[in-house]
């Protein structure tokens, strides 16, 4: 069963960088076909997906989103991160890491597995 936990200050300054945590357990962030990635939801809107990392490290971003964000990992820990920069208040929301995986011949592609979020609050 793949678990992931989000981790991370819930509270940071505008101008500051966003920096969360994703810890996944019950499989490994470099196991072909899955995407790693991050999505958050503004209180009171919709779910916003940010970008992912792949097995191999490589990136994609949201257009809206891909000047501020830088997504890696650390394969050792079977962690992969999220760091979003020059944060604003606008930047308040629930921070989700959730796995990713390509359809295949008897599933649809879905964001099958997901981290419970952390709420993060930009304030000074």
């Known amino acids: 069963q793949v678990q992931l936990q989000e981790s991370g200050p819930g509270l940071v300054k505008p101008s500051q960088t966003l920096s969360l945590t994703c810890t996944v357990s019950?499989?490994?962030?470099?196991?072909?076909?899955?995407?790693w990635s991050w999505i958050r939801q503004p209180p009171g809107k919709g779910l916003e997906w940010i970008g992912y990392i792949d097995d191999s490290g490589s990136t994609y971003y949201s257009p809206s989103l891909k000047s501020r964000t830088s997504i890696s990992r650390d394969t050792s820990k079977n962690q992969f991160t999220l760091q979003l920069s020059s944060v604003t208040p606008e930047d308040t929301a629930m921070y989700y890491c959730?796995?990713?995986?390509?359809?295949?011949?008897?599933?649809?592609?879905?964001?099958?597995?997901w981290g419970p979020g952390t709420q993060v609050t930009v304030s000074s």
């Open positions: 019950g499989g490994s962030i470099t196991t072909n076909s899955y995407y």
């Open positions: 959730a796995r990713f995986r390509d359809g295949n011949r008897w599933y649809p592609p879905a964001m099958d597995y």
